[in-house]
T-cell receptor, first 113, second 115 residues
Framework: DTEVTQTPKHLVMGMTNKKSLKCEQH?????MYWYKQKAKKPPELMFV???????INESVPSRFSPECPNSSLLNLHLHALQPEDSALYLC????????????FGSGTQLSVL | EDKVVQSPLSLVVHEGDTVTLNCSYE??????LLWYKQEKKAPTFLFML????IEKKSGRLSSILDKKELFSILNITATQTGDSAIYLC???????????????FGQGTILTVHP
């Protein structure tokens, strides 16, 4: 299984809602990532988890809250988002943080109204 | 500040043409350069280049890294409509800094292949 699975594929939420994005991999990878991608732009790193510990937070606003419950799962909790947070949210994993070769999920297309 | 710059930003060709995509970088603690193809949503891995001058090949795609001049090229020969995608170049930093493991992406090259 060489897949990174993300759910949901699409999400529409209001600015007062709380929602969560989920990501799962069963490749035994120990590093997991959240990226944000706006239309016609490259992915931008948000968070890196290594061995279930948060290693990098790219100064992401606190309305985004990551969680890594175990080595296979990565969540991104969303609360009080702004319309400018609308984007494609990509999860990725790699063997280790230093591996470089990331496997990406298909993303969650998020719209904040 | 780390920089990864791709050129051209977009390219339109016809099936059968050969294309060359460029990626230059200025990064401290360079470890490797990676190429990804993004068709709809998920970027898919193409190549990882760590050593200078060694060409990596996969079918009609090939890539090479020049660590002295700080650039890489991605070649696609005999292009097909299925090669239409955004091609992303990214650089990963070496261990020893707090940012190691972070992929810094270039802006991408949008390739359109017409029948």
């Amino acid at each position: 299984d060489t897949e990174v699975t993300q759910t949901p594929k699409h999400l529409v939420m209001g600015m007062t809602n709380k929602k969560s994005l989920k990501c799962e991999q069963h490749m035994g990878h120990r590093a997991m990532y959240w990226y944000k991608q706006k239309a016609k732009k490259p992915p931008e790193l948000m968070f890196v988890y290594s061995y279930e510990k948060l290693s990098i937070n790219e100064s992401v606003p606190s309305r985004f809250s990551p969680e890594c419950p175990n080595s296979s799962l990565l969540n991104l909790h969303l609360h009080a988002l702004q319309p400018e947070d609308s984007a494609l949210y990509l999860c990725a994993s790699s063997q280790t943080r230093n591996e470089g070769k990331l496997f990406f999920g298909s993303g969650t297309q998020l719209s904040v109204l | 500040e780390d920089k990864v710059v791709q050129s051209p930003l977009s390219l339109v060709v016809h099936e059968g043409d050969t294309v060359t995509l460029n990626c230059s970088y200025e990064v401290t603690n360079f470890r490797s350069l990676l190429w990804y193809k993004q068709e709809k949503k998920a970027p898919t891995f193409l190549f990882m280049l760590t050593s200078s001058g060694i060409e990596k090949k996969s079918g009609r795609l090939s890539s090479i890294l020049d660590k002295k001049e700080l650039f890489s090229i991605l070649n696609i020969t005999a292009t097909q409509t299925g090669d239409s995608a955004i091609y992303l170049c990214a650089v990963i930093k070496d261990a020893g800094g707090t940012s190691y493991g972070k992929l810094t992406f270039g802006q991408g090259t949008i390739l359109t292949v017409h029948p």
